[in-house]
């Protein structure tokens, strides 16, 4: 079992799960998606998007936007989907070849989404599917809101109020159930988006990178804002919470570097939650609490494990 961990200069490899072998295996500038399906390994990257059989060597899927920020496979396989930057969305049927699917372009909020510290666009952040609705297709946009397709994504319907439109990860729990994680809160839907609940009412951290559901619990981790304020005289504030009932209550937990850094990543590997953090920590989830499990010199952008 191979944890494969996305930082800020590619993809390192680690054979034993922990930090203390590890290997560069893609050189690439921002690992953002590391994800894998079926066996087969993917990695999302400023440089593009590069697939593995075994974690070691890469090819390049040569999508048509360099800047790919999010991958997902359909449950049977036969479909690739590629979210990129700016904001476009790719499909391939072979890995090799790849067809726009312009409907995400006609979605009547497409001309709202951008910020300037995106060169005044945004990404396809976040892409996701469910076995028990293999035809819907879930994205979220950095900033955009978030987005249903029931049609392996020709045409799109909005899914965008209730929620924060700065999504950066959208956790497809069931076929109706996604949490958000949004630069302004924690949201949850149990009817595909259609009406959305705030989780984060009783915490002080507003800022939500990505969650993680595992042994029931649902794991997820914030700061008190946005990355360029972590540095400033309050630092991130971070915290890092798990919910034994869907994200209803967040039980704030201590954990190793804490509040300093920030969890930004999250899989399980043989058996348990693992964690990774802005300043390079790799996090387990054991019995009693949180261990570290050793640290690399740059930021842990993804996770993912690969059997």
Do not use: K
């Not at 590391?34 to 440089?47: I, K, L, P, S, Y």
């Not at 070691?56 to 999010?70: A, G, I």
């Not at 449950?75 to 990129?84: F, I, K, M, S």
């Not at 930004?264 to 570290?292: I, M, Q």
């Amino acid at each position: 079992m191979t944890l494969l961990i996305g930082t800020d200069d590619g993809v390192v490899r680690s054979a034993a799960g922990t930090l203390d072998e590890t290997e560069r295996v893609l050189d690439a500038d921002d690992a953002l998606r590391v994800r894998v399906f079926d066996g087969v390994a993917f990695a999302a990257t400023r440089n593009g998007l590069y697939r593995s059989a075994d974690g070691r060597s890469w090819t390049d899927l040569d999508v048509p936007r360099e800047e790919v920020f999010s991958v997902v496979a359909s449950p049977d396989g036969e479909r690739l989907y590629a979210g990129t930057h700016p904001a476009h969305l790719y499909v391939s049927t072979d890995g090799a070849t790849w067809r726009e699917l312009d409907g995400f372009q006609e979605l009547p909020s497409r001309d709202e989404w951008h910020t300037p510290r995106h060169r005044n666009e945004a990404h396809l952040r976040s892409l996701g599917v469910h076995p028990d609705a293999p035809d819907r297709l879930v994205a979220g946009v950095e900033v955009g809101g978030v987005h249903v397709s029931e049609d392996r994504g020709e045409t799109w319907t909005e899914r965008r109020t209730g929620v924060h439109d700065d999504v950066h990860h959208v956790l497809v729990v069931g076929p109706d159930d996604y949490v958000a994680s949004c630069g302004d809160g924690c949201y949850r839907t149990h009817d595909a988006g259609r009406s959305w609940t705030r989780l984060d009412t009783d915490v002080d951290q507003r800022y939500f990178r990505e969650t993680i559901a595992a042994d029931g619990r649902l794991y997820a981790a914030a700061a008190s804002g946005a990355p360029p304020n972590w540095e400033g005289s309050r630092g991130a504030a971070a915290a890092l919470f798990e919910s034994t009932d869907g994200g209803d209550s967040l039980g704030n937990v201590p954990y190793p570097g804490a509040p300093t850094e920030v969890v930004l990543a999250w899989t399980v590997h043989d058996g348990r939650v693992l964690a990774g953090t802005n300043e390079g920590r790799l996090l387990a989830r054991e019995v009693d609490g949180w261990t570290t499990l050793g640290t690399i010199s740059t930021r842990i952008r993804s996770l993912a494990t690969l059997d």
